[in-house]
Nanobody, 116 residues
């Protein structure tokens, strides 16, 4: 059973930065892409960024150019660096594993609030 340990969320001012971290244990991560989705109140969960085991990245257009996803294979950890944060980045951010068949496994989520 996969377990996630997410950290790095919190309250940030517009224009600020944060770094989300997620450690995933209990699975052979060589078979998974890792990444982050988010869900704002009243909205559907949406992709933020994913990184494959081979290091191929995919970003939502809304964060492209101000976010960077990376992966530490030795630590089973995925990071999301987000800069130039906007009010609309406020959401619960969920760490995820995506299998090669497309199945998704989710962390419990961490709140990111962008407010002045």
């Amino acid at each position: 059973q996969v377990q996630f340990m997410e950290s790095g969320g919190g309250l940030v001012k517009p224009g600020g930065s944060l770094r989300l971290s997620c450690v995933a244990t209990g699975a052979d991560l060589s078979f998974y892409a890792m990444g982050w989705y988010r869900q704002a109140p009243g909205k559907q969960r949406e992709l933020v960024a994913l990184i494959s085991h081979g290091g191929v990245t995919n970003y939502a257009d809304s964060v492209k150019g101000r976010s960077s996803i990376s992966r530490d294979y030795a630590k089973d950890t995925v990071y999301l660096q987000m800069d130039s944060l906007k009010l609309e980045d406020t959401a619960v951010y969920y760490c995820t594993l995506r299998s090669q068949m497309g199945g998704m496994t989710w962390g419990q989520g961490t709140q990111v609030t962008v407010a002045s």
